[in-house]
């Protein structure tokens, strides 16, 4: 049974996936965009406890 569910959902997953692919990556890349101003002071931080220690 799970896998005719799964194929049927695959079967679903396809028909959306056009409309579902460009919102996700909308999301990511605004994550993108985001995580690039966040990464540099979160590396900041790392090497600052490593002198810490």
Known sequence: MGRA???GALD???ADGDE???ELFD???QSEQTR???VPSSIATQ???RGHR
């Open 5 to 7: 569910f799964n194929e």
């Open 27 to 29: 999301r990511f890349s």
């Open 36 to 38: 690039r101003t966040i």
């Open 47 to 49: 090497e600052l406890r």
């Open 20 to 22: 579902r692919f460009n």
């Open 12 to 14: 679903m997953v396809k």
